[in-house]
Each structure stands twice: as structure tokens, then as C-alpha cells.
């Protein structure tokens, strides 16, 4: 466990001490304590995130559409999405859209980057689930619920087509950077198919998709301190308007000001490995 603040609110964030038995599924918890509640912008990243509070403090996250309390279901590129919390416990789990297609019993293009209520989702089995981990004892108890969990519904639950899981992991792998006409080449699909087939799937077009992974490390550098002129050539822009146009699309903010969301200053405990390492905490 490793304690990360912003301003004079504090929050523990506990990684599991062994990864999920599911390809694509990592989780960490989360713990408030301090003065102040958590106030911070959640900046988006590529994975489909499911947050599960099974103690009694408050999480509330809102967007465009409006607020949303307890646990919950943020699909890909998100938006505009504040997150409120005070003496909230939370397990906040990032799914690869491939993994939670079958994991969540619903598309990830059917949640279209809104954030819903898990219960919403779930019905009945929200409130289960939040029942089972209150009782357990500690945050591995905790984890390994939930992996469990989520490899009983990953079962019984559908699959996308093996084409789209590659292709998902070749833009991840080439960090954003990989052409679909050459994915498309790759695959022996024309490029109208993959394009209509991950969109509906996925909930992105395969350049969105990519756009989103490059961003998510572009991001990443920009917090670890790096300029954004370095940033935008080690993450593949064109130049460092290019990056700017992509920070405001996905964040909202400048490059400046996204380099200094506390959002990103945890990931280097909670999701090591995961993007570049945020190595200049004396920022925050």
C-alpha cells in the first residue's frame, strides 16, 4: 500500500499482489482519507473501466449527462468526467474492450463512452457483489473476488472474433502508432469491414482506437515531466500541435495543464507497466 495526495486530500492505493488470471483485466484499490474529499478530473485511457464500492463512503462521478453514485461502468473515451469522493474503498477495474465484451454482458460500444451505473447494468448482482466484498477482510480478499467474478461472467459470456482481439492488440502494442489500411492488409479484411466491425464491437473506429493509446501515452510523458515538444515526437505526432489538438479532444485541457492531473500521478502504483512511468512526482 502507497499513499498519493493532491492538495490535502489523501488517498491509499493498493495494487493485488499477483495479476488477474484474465488476459486484458487489471485492478488496484483505492481508500480516502485526509481533510479534504478527492476532487479530480478522470482522464481518459484505453480500457473499459468498472468501479466497484463495496464500503459506505461516497463516490459520485459526473459528466455530460449527469451524475452517477456507488459503483460504476465508464466506457472508452470518456469525457468531461469529474470524480467526488470521501472516505470511499473502491476496486477499480480496467478492462480491455476485448476481455469486457464478455466480462460485462454488454458492448462496450453500447456504453459510447458514458458513464452508468453498474446496477443499471447488472441489476440484482450490483448489489451482491458490493455485499461480498464489504464482508471480505482484507484488499486481497478483495481482489481475488472479484477475479473471480469476472472469470465466471468472462465464461458465460460472449466473445469477439479473434480478428478484432488481434487487432485491438496490434494498435496497443505499437503504442497508437500502426495504419488500418495496414491492420486491414494484416488481417485479409477490406478496410469498410474491420472499420464497421470494431466500431460495433469496440465502440471506436480502429483510428479513434489508435488515437486514444497514443494519447494515453503522450499523456503520460507529459506528466512524467518530459516537454510537450518531446512528448509529441516520442509519441508519434506530427509536431506538438498535433498533440495539443488530441489533449484538448480526449481531456479538455492544455497539454500544461493535463501534465498536472492527479489522476495520472497514481498510475505508476496502481498500473505499473501500463504506460510510460510518471517519474517527476515532484510536481504534484
Not at 13 to 19: A, H, I, T
Not at 116 to 131: H, I, K, M, S, Y
Not at 264 to 271: F, Q
Request: proline residues 7%; glycine residues 8%; aromatic residues 6%.
Amino acid at each position: 500500500m502507497r499513499s498519493a495526495g493532491y492538495k490535502r486530500a489523501v488517498f491509499d492505493v493498493v495494487p493485488p499482489s499477483r495479476p488477474s488470471r484474465l488476459t486484458g483485466v487489471s485492478m488496484a484499490g483505492f481508500q480516502h482519507h485526509g481533510p479534504e474529499p478527492i476532487e479530480m478530473r478522470a482522464i481518459p485511457h484505453p480500457s473499459v473501466t468498472l468501479a466497484l464500492v463495496p464500503g459506505p463512503g461516497t463516490l459520485l462521478v459526473d459528466d455530460a449527462t449527469g451524475s452517477r453514485r456507488g459503483s460504476l461502468l465508464a466506457g472508452l473515451a470518456f469525457s468531461d468526467m469529474q470524480v467526488h469522493g470521501r472516505d470511499v474503498e473502491a476496486v477499480q477495474v480496467r478492462l480491455s474492450p476485448i476481455v469486457a465484451y464478455a466480462v460485462l454482458g454488454v458492448s462496450p460500444a453500447d456504453l459510447a463512452g458514458a458513464v452508468v451505473a453498474l446496477d443499471d447494468v447488472w441489476g440484482r448482482e450490483a448489489a451482491r457483489v458490493q455485499e461480498q466484498l464489504s464482508r471480505a477482510r482484507s484488499w486481497q480478499d478483495r481482489f481475488t473476488l472479484t477475479d473471480e467474478l469476472l472469470a465466471r461472467r468472462c465464461e458465460a459470456g460472449r466473445s469477439v472474433h479473434p480478428e478484432l482481439a488481434w487487432a485491438w492488440d496490434r494498435i496497443v502494442l505499437s503504442c497508437g502508432r500502426i495504419r488500418v489500411e495496414s491492420l486491414a492488409a494484416e488481417i485479409g479484411w477490406s478496410r469498410q469491414r474491420l472499420w464497421s466491425r470494431f466500431r460495433s464491437h469496440i465502440g471506436l473506429t480502429p483510428r479513434s482506437a489508435a488515437k486514444l493509446v497514443r494519447f494515453h501515452h503522450a499523456v503520460h510523458r507529459l506528466a512524467g515531466g518530459q516537454s510537450p515538444a518531446r512528448a509529441a515526437a516520442e509519441s508519434g505526432y506530427y509536431d506538438q500541435s498535433h498533440l495539443h489538438r488530441h489533449v484538448q479532444d480526449f481531456a479538455g485541457v492544455t497539454p500544461a495543464t493535463v501534465a498536472d492531473e492527479p489522476f495520472l500521478a497514481v498510475d505508476d502504483i496502481a498500473w505499473p507497466g501500463h504506460a510510460p512511468p510518471v517519474t517527476n512526482p515532484a510536481r504534484r
